[in-house]
């Protein structure tokens, strides 16, 4: 468990809150690309991080990240006119470029738009992987972009599940990089079978496993860390193991063990201290990766009917996530449908911020408990001048970086399971198995 000082570092990220200081310094994702497709297409409000945004595709396709409050009287530029290069705000008509150039000032004398000394506030921001991602810290800080593991290159396929959540973005996280939860919480979702390796169905996914109590293993990595989740096998449980390895890559993203078909990866966003963006994607090269429909529909997080407009979702607390106690008498585990909603209830029922004061932890949340002191030691070292994690040298480019899961012979070192040649070196292992 945390002391209540420890915890309020770890979930706040408001204001000069020292966790959001410390995002800032990373490439963070801030919408879909679908959400602003069109040139002078209808401007998106974004809020991260506590601070309220406006998100533009020009007319020559440009993308801006602006601050959405208006230079001259503050007013919210999300509702304005996105038209002929730029954002006009509608109380005045002050027109602002992607880059936060201004454009026009209708209310003023010419001349004074030549003399501008200002400029609207803007953030650089980068498309890969079906997102905008925008570097929101000191520019004299910024390093170069990278695409994200999970698209490392413009070829790879990414579907992507998105919703709020009206909860502190660590719970989340918590949950991602939390192994043992899946034997109940997604039993009926993760099914054992008698496979060499888990599956990914369009209604239920596979695991070559029963066994709901894994031994976990960390390894510390200069971007975050790597940790296994190693049960019994269904089939040759004397000679081998099922492993599934979780990464975390600072500061927002969990690529989770994939499965026979497709990657699969989450990120959480904070949206302020209790509210979060939670992202989850289906990736990869090759044919089996799902559609954006078809895994939107796995998920139950089709917008317009499983989410609204807003990626609001239909299943919240209120109506205690649609939870079906028949199904769970015919043998449905939890009664309610779609692997998020099944964490959501579990997050969001843990209150606005967890209180980590008061839990009792167990040998199943080893990751947990080094995912905490992993966060608040970079935090302490961020503060004191170091980097943040992932921007340590000797770096491992992000392309490298993945995770990993199957049956494999109780002598294999898990530690170079899904390892690629430049993170075997940087970590020090002597070979990478493939």
Same mark, same amino acid.
């Given at each position: ?8 570092? *770890? ?21 879909? !690309? ?24 020009? !007319?020559?396709?440009?993308?801006? *990240? ?63 992987? #079906? ?53 109940? *919480? ?12 888990? #599956?990914? #169905?369009?209604?239920?996914? +596979? ?44 500061? *927002? ?14 990120? +959480? ?166």
């Amino acid at each position: 468990m945390l002391i209540h000082d420890q915890n309020t570092r *770890l979930c706040r990220v408001e204001g000069d809150a020292p966790m959001g200081r410390y995002m800032r310094r990373s490439w963070l994702p801030v919408a879909m !690309s679908e959400e602003v497709a069109e040139p002078d297409g209808a401007p998106l409000p974004v809020r991260i991080l506590g601070e309220n945004l406006v998100l533009f595709r020009d !007319s020559e396709g440009r993308l801006g *990240l602006l601050d959405d409050r208006c230079a001259h009287r503050k007013a919210s530029l999300s509702y304005g006119r996105n038209e002929e290069g730029g954002l006009r705000c509608l109380y005045h008509g002050w027109k602002f470029a992607h880059d936060g150039e201004v454009l026009e000032m209708p209310t003023e004398p010419p001349a004074a738009c030549a003399a501008l000394k200002f400029r609207q506030k803007s953030y650089p921001v980068e498309e890969a992987g #079906g997102f905008v991602w925008a570097w929101l810290g000191d520019r004299e800080t910024m390093p170069a972009f990278e695409p994200p593991p999970f698209a490392p290159t413009p070829g790879h396929k990414v579907a992507i599940g998105k919703c709020m959540v009206p909860c502190n973005w660590a719970q989340i996280l918590e949950g991602q990089i939390d192994s043992a939860h899946s034997s109940h *919480l997604h039993s009926s979702d993760m099914v054992p079978a008698r496979v060499g390796r888990a #599956g990914g #169905g369009a209604q239920t996914w +596979t695991r070559p496993s029963t066994d709901k109590a894994p031994r976990l293993q960390v390894q510390l990595t200069n971007y975050g860390f790597r940790y296994a989740a190693i049960r019994r096998p269904i089939a040759n449980a004397n000679t081998h193991d099922y492993i599934r390895v979780t990464t975390f890559v600072s500061p *927002l993203l969990c690529l989770i063990p994939p499965n026979a078909s497709h990657g699969v990866a989450q990120i +959480t966003v904070p949206i302020d201290d209790t509210h979060s963006w939670f992202y989850f994607m289906a990736f990869g090269d090759g044919p089996d990766v799902p559609s954006t429909e078809a895994w939107r529909r796995f998920l139950a997080l089709t917008p317009g009917v499983d989410v609204d407009e807003r990626w609001h979702k239909r299943r919240t607390q209120d109506n205690r996530f649609e939870q079906d106690r028949n199904l769970m008498r015919l043998g449905n585990f939890t009664g309610i449908k779609g692997i998020p909603a099944q964490d959501m209830a579990m997050w969001e029922t843990m209150g606005p911020i967890a209180d980590r004061t008061t839990e009792r932890l167990g040998a199943s949340d080893i990751a947990i408990v080094q995912w905490r002191r992993l966060m608040l030691d970079a935090l302490d070292a961020f503060e004191n001048g170091a980097p943040p994690l992932g921007q340590v040298e000797p770096r491992v480019p992000l392309a490298e970086i993945a995770s990993f899961e199957g049956v494999v012979p109780k002598t294999t070192d898990w530690r170079t399971l899904g390892v690629k040649p430049r993170e075997a070196e940087v970590l020090g292992l002597a070979t990478a198995a493939e």
